[in-house]
């Protein structure tokens, strides 16, 4: 039975910078596909940070970063938090350009920036338009620098919780099939996204939210999980990214009429509102009648040159070739919103930790929280770094200060048990309905009713489907019943954690009658600032969620209205 005194599990950017800031322990990172495959390599655009190395930025400040991201967030995000991440930001970018990661330049030799929606200077440090590959293949090296065991292709799938204290979690052998106990005395998850509750997704498909909803259902709160990012403008009509660094290095957002419509919506940032507003600008274009084929608008590049495409947006161009038979040297891209990115999470403090002695959380997975209501682009990639970073060292300092230690074998015996017979009795079950149906009733009712637009009636008649999938769940069956390498198992032990999840989503944003950053409810269209400034909390009971509120942290900036 393997054991490590720290469990990073999920090896993107914030796991691997948590793992290595734990490299003076027993460490070890657990994942389900091969670190360079985590969804982090997809990240296009960039990452923040206030190192004014441009002239149009020399004002740049971590504070003025820190009002952005506030402002972005709707007030939402805790202010102490943001202030820290951006404080602490030029020291975890330069740290990563020591390693050798491979950022574009200015003529001077310093680290590139460019505009990014909902910035006040351009702050977004990148590496053309394949920044997060440069950034995870730089940290992988690190980790192998360091003789960090990294368990590859295991899918964690439970958490293991003992007296009062996290003991570890319980993991399946993607290729054998074969189902372990991994003890620690520390688990740090950085599980990524779960981005694929949605139809209508930038995100990879292993990004189901399955193992956070597992520390969920084990006692572990959520935070602000109903503030789900639309990213304005992914490709029509498979949904691949076209980063926000097309808009930033100066691309339009043309309607059928040719008109730059964002004019109307945010006439001074224009095609640089924060992605909230420019994602509901163009669904409202699209619903109006603007749009074309009641699906899409134009991205259009073309008065960029083709010399400025090929070097600053190249892998945006071949997505475009490759998906849609577009290129935007000649013609513009057809783009409309679609899910990007989970703000909420476990609910954890600045150093990652949870409220359960040992879990720790840290990235997407996680709700520090700096995104509230609508996050920045350029500041996931940055919180990743620095909160894997905090609690990489928070997990450290944890284990050195237990006076007992060593794997609890009983509770570990127990857990393995549970999943095995969860598996045993999906292989055995020989009636019942495929759980592919039942994940996609999730995905659309989630996109329809839990989307970009908000009301009353359809978010009850979400919850209201989430939990008749939950019970038709309990009753479905998988074809394959063999144990190695078997999708469709895996996709059949995850759709009940997801459908959790989902729920949470469903019953925050039904219970929240209020507009804020990426909540958006026709029926009620104004933030309440006086009953709703405030974090929702979600606790696992076996009758559904429970919420609760807790306060947002103000340390500067009373909320005023937000005008773009
Ligand atoms: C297309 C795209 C482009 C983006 N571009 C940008 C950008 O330019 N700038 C920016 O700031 N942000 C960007 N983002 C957001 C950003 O990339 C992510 O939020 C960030 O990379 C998440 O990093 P992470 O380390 O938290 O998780 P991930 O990189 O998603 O890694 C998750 C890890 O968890 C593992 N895992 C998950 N579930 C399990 C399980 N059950 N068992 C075992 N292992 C598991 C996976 O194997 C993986 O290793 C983009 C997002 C998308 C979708």
């Known amino acids: 039975m393997p054991y490590h005194r720290i469990l ?19 460490v070890a990172v657990l994942t389900r596909v091969h670190p360079v495959r985590s969804h982090s390599v997809a990240a296009q655009g960039g990452v923040n940070a206030p190192l004014a190395n441009v002239p149009e930025g020399k004002e740049d400040s971590p504070e003025r970063h820190a009002f952005d991201t506030v402002k972005g967030a709707d007030y939402l995000a805790d202010q102490d938090a943001a202030e820290l991440m951006t404080r602490l930001a030029p020291e975890r970018i330069y740290e990563i350009e020591n390693w050798g990661c491979p950022f574009s330049r200015t003529p001077e030799g310093k680290i590139a920036q460019r505009p990014f929606g909902g910035a006040g200077f351009p702050r977004t440090c990148y590496a053309a338009d394949r920044t997060g590959h440069a950034m995870l293949h730089t940290l992988y090296e690190q980790v192998v620098k360091r003789g960090i065991r990294v368990y590859e292709e ?12 996290c003991r570890g979690v319980v993991a399946m052998d993607m290729v ?73 290095e100066g691309g339009y957002l043309l309607n059928r009429d040719g008109e730059r419509f964002m004019a109307r919506y945010a006439p001074k940032a224009m095609e640089l509102g924060p992605r909230d507003i420019v994602a509901r600008s163009i669904q409202t274009e699209i619903d109006e009648g603007r749009g074309f084929e009641n699906a899409y608008v134009h991205l259009d590049l073309r008065h960029l040159g083709a010399e400025k495409i090929k070097e600053r947006l190249p892998a945006i161009r071949e ?18 919103p679609a899910q990007h990115y989970t703000m909420g999470g476990l609910d954890v403090d600045k150093d990652g930790a949870s409220e359960l002695p040992g879990l720790f959380a840290a990235g997407e997975c996680a709700c520090v929280s700096v995104h509230g209501a609508n996050r920045l682009g350029g500041n996931s990639l940055l919180e990743t770094v620095v ?9 450290v300092r944890y284990v ?27 292989i055995s079950r020989q009636d019942g309905e495929r759980t592919a149906v039942i994940r996609e009733e999730m995905k659309q009712v989630m996109f329809e009713k839990v989307g970009i637009f908000r009301e009353e009636g359809p978010m009850r008649e979400a919850v209201e489907k989430i939990r008749e999938l939950k019970e038709r769940v309990k009753r479905a069956r998988v074809d394959a019943r063999g144990r190695r390498y078997n999708l469709e198992l895996i996709s059949a032990l995850e759709l009940p954690a997801m459908l959790e999840l989902a729920e949470v989503i469903a019953l925050g944003a039904l219970t929240r009658p209020e507009s804020r950053g990426s909540h958006f409810r026709r029926d009620y269209p104004q933030r309440d600032d006086a009953n709703w400034l405030k974090h929702t909390v979600a606790r696992w009971t076996p009758d559904g969620p429970r919420l609760e509120y807790k306060p947002v942290v103000i340390t500067k900036w009373q909320p005023e209205a937000r005008k773009y």
């Open 387 to 395: 909160f894997g970073q905090l609690a990489g060292a928070a997990a």
């Open 154 to 165: 295991w899918l964690m799938l439970d958490l293991i919780v003992s007296g009062g204290r």
């Open 8 to 26: 990073v599990v999920g090896a993107g950017l914030a796991g691997l910078r948590a793992a290595i800031e734990a490299a003076g322990e027993d």
């Open 176 to 248: 054998s099939g074969r189902v372990e106990a991994f003890g620690a005395e520390a688990v740090v998850m950085a599980t990524g996204g779960a981005g694929r509750i949605y139809a209508r997704s930038t995100n990879s498909h292993i990004n189901t939210g399955s193992a956070a909803a597992f520390c969920y259902m084990r006692g572990v709160p959520l935070k602000d999980m109903e503030f789900v990012q639309f990213h304005p403008t992914s490709l029509y009509p498979n949904n691949v990214l076209i980063s926000e660094a097309a808009r930033g």
């Open 400 to 426: 050195r200060g237990l006076e007992k230690t060593g794997p609890d074998g009983s509770a570990l015996d127990t857990a393995v048990g549970e999943v095995e017979a969860r598996i045993g009795e999906l």
């Open 319 to 336: 997505i475009a070739m490759y998906f849609a038979g577009v290129d935007p040297i000649e013609k513009p891209i057809p783009i409309q």
